[in-house]
């Protein structure tokens, strides 16, 4: 007899009864590369238990940290972009859109909604890195500019979450006027006395920072987010001269006189509740 001979089966199991783990059981941390198991990631607000990194979320995720019992009233959810240029790339823009709306089950870039935050009102229009970028078009101005308008009638604070790679190509200069349009809309706000808290996540660039991004009563970042107007390749090709360690992030940044703190995710909606009653007394 051969030695190699099996006497006694080592696996018990058929492969018809094999189970598979349910697909986002686990996710891996970015930064440290460990498995993270999902409910502890929803209990820990999506920050790394191990490293404290923060994962990137959309605004599904925003709104179940900070409204209280994750419930709220989505405004203006129907709004979706046109095509004004007939726009082509690699493919058209209509359809990179359907793609898109498909893909992230989102409208655009952005969500806004009415809730509460430790029992006082707040509106939060909150950015979604997943659709085309997070990139700001039409929609996304139309949005804020609405969003601010209902903050204005009802005497609301409004927060900014802002998470992207800056302005939608495929709209061109219909894009770049939504930075005018929600500067002037934020104008508006401050002249009515109701605060604006701006909060920056990673990544917040581009047309983005150079408008809403920056404009805010209090500006607020996540730990070690992406803030910055051109690519650090553009800006060193520019100023011929090697950026310093730490450029662009949230931390340089503040250190710099950009922000007003770094807050820890996990102290977001604690800390947001703390402005929002000081501001209205």
């Known amino acids: ?7 006694k089966k080592g696996i ?6 094999k189970k598979e783990a349910p697909d986002g059981l686990w996710n891996k941390c970015p930064n440290c590369k460990k498995a993270l198991h999902s409910a502890d990631l929803l209990e820990n607000k ?16 925003y709104f179940q940290v900070l409204f209280d019992n994750n419930e709220f009233k989505e405004l203006f959810s129907n709004l979706t972009s046109g095509d004004p240029l007939n726009f082509t790339d690699s493919k058209p823009y209509t359809e990179r859109l359907i793609e898109s709306m498909a893909k992230t089950g989102l409208k655009d870039a952005i969500r806004a909604a009415h809730g509460k935050i430790e029992g006082e009102d707040l509106v939060v229009a909150c950015m979604d890195f997943n659709f085309i970028g997070g990139s700001m078009g039409s929609v996304v101005g139309e949005k804020i500019a609405r969003s601010i308008d209902y903050s204005i009638k009802h005497k609301i604070p409004f927060l900014m979450i802002s998470k992207s790679g800056g302005a939608r190509m ?3 200069a219909f894009s770049l006027m939504q930075m005018a349009k929600t500067s002037a809309k934020l104008a508006l706000l401050s002249e009515a006395k109701v605060p604006y808290i701006s909060l920056l996540t990673d990544p917040t660039t581009g047309g983005v920072t150079a408008s809403y991004a920056m404009l805010g009563d209090i500006n607020i970042a996540e730990p070690g987010s992406l803030i910055g107007f051109a690519g650090p390749r553009v800006i060193k090709e520019t100023i011929k001269k090697d950026l310093p360690k730490g450029f662009q992030t949230a931390e340089f940044v503040l250190e710099h006189g950009f922000l007003d703190f770094i807050v820890d995710r996990r102290a977001m909606k604690a800390k947001l509740a703390a402005f929002i009653k000081m501001m209205k007394n």
């Open 1 to 7: 007899m051969a030695w190699f001979k099996r006497e």
């Open 12 to 17: 018990s199991t058929s492969t018809e009864e």
């Open 46 to 61: 999506y920050v790394c238990q191990y490293c404290n990194y923060h994962l990137r979320v959309g605004s599904k995720e």
């Open 170 to 172: 495929m709209e061109a």
